[in-house]
């Protein structure tokens, strides 16, 4: 079976199952699947390639994933790399596997992709936790974030899929099924209707958890499904970003301190027992230390325990690396306070 080494987010790990699957047959293969979401991210991924070649030098080297689809050439660069594949060509990955191609780079425009693919994983070597990808891409474009250009437009995978992906999981023998994707809240034609839907027709379902939910688009029917099953989780991850109105607008963010607290308050009536975490980027272009303030009060008036705490780092042709910058020790500096508050 090929070697898949994985990188970054839930979606990745998902995606990283359905590429060991297609590729069980073949030897002498490592599959790096990246991440992109900061510099540093794909500086990593960078240095294991290089390790892994050093490691297994009579294995090709194959690199996919959202640093791939914006660094192609890059990459393609590296003597370590056999192939380059873009988000796109990730999906059918044993094709090019089984082609010979005069170019290493084969990474196409992702927004023209139309679909996320129809493959049913059958499990998650080394997990209890199974995840199902119902969305792809992003149609928002908050000003720090490159992953929209790494993985498309918004597309979502029709819930009879969903459906069966999750059976067929449940059959392996998982407890928890986590719903994942680059931006779940929006995914077509509703979020909340799909969750409804898998709820009603897999009442066996022991635990249903889900990825980052955007508090701009966790709307009412979510919250009154909190209160009408049981099987959802008790843990919420919201991705707020900032605890400070002006951060959060010029971030391009869709909600304001006071929507997340008013959203914790109203679940937190209905189901006392969920606890809240969340993402947070620290030292945002132009962050004042009374902004950052305002983030840490956040934590306490919104309730949130479990925090995912990140210093701001520029990602080239986003509109925030033009902005005013903070010293990256700055950045650093504030991020080490919100995890230690996080760990009060």
Do not use: W
Request: proline share 4%; glycine share 6%.
């Amino acid at each position: 079976m090929a070697e898949v080494v994985t990188f970054g987010c839930r979606i990745n790990a998902y995606e990283s199952e359905v590429i060991k699957e297609k590729l069980k047959d073949y030897d002498k293969l490592i599959v790096v699947n990246t991440c992109a979401v900061t510099g540093e991210a794909e500086r990593q991924c960078r240095q294991t390639i290089r390790k892994l070649k050093r490691e297994n030098p009579d294995s090709d080297i194959i690199v996919t994933g959202c640093s791939a689809q914006i660094n192609a050439a890059k990459l393609a660069d590296m003597p370590e790399v056999t192939l380059v594949l873009g988000n796109k060509e990730k999906r059918e990955i044993e094709k090019y596997v089984a082609g010979i191609f005069a170019d290493k780079n084969q990474v196409s425009d992702i927004f023209t992709d139309s679909d996320c693919g129809d493959y049913i994983i059958t499990g998650f070597e080394g997990r209890h936790k199974a995840f199902v990808q119902i969305q792809q891409g992003c149609n928002h474009r908050c000003t720090y974030c490159i992953i929209p250009y790494a993985r498309g437009r918004n597309r979502s995978v029709p819930a009879e899929l969903i459906i069966r992906q999750i059976r067929k999981l449940l059959t392996a023998g998982y407890k928890e099924i986590c719903l994942t994707g680059v931006d779940i809240c929006s995914y077509e034609p509703s979020f909340s209707d799909l969750v409804a839907q898998i709820l009603e027709q897999i009442p066996e379902l022991p635990l249903l958890a889900f990825g980052s939910l955007d508090p701009a688009a966790t709307d009412d029917k979510f919250i009154n499904l909190l209160h009408k099953y049981n099987n959802i989780s008790n843990y919420i991850h919201f991705s707020i970003q900032s605890g400070d109105n002006e951060v959060l607008h010029r971030m391009g963010r869709r909600h304001r301190r006071e929507d997340v607290i008013k959203l914790c308050n109203q679940i937190r009536e209905i189901k006392p027992q969920v606890k809240f975490g969340s993402d947070f980027i620290c030292g945002f272009p132009t962050e004042t230390e009374q902004a950052f303030e305002n983030t840490c009060k956040l934590v306490s008036e919104a309730g949130l325990s479990k925090l995912h705490v990140f210093p701001y780092s520029e990602r080239s042709g986003t509109p925030a690396a033009k902005m005013e910058q903070l010293p990256m020790e700055e950045r650093r500096r504030r991020a080490a306070i919100l995890r230690d508050l996080s760990e009060e």
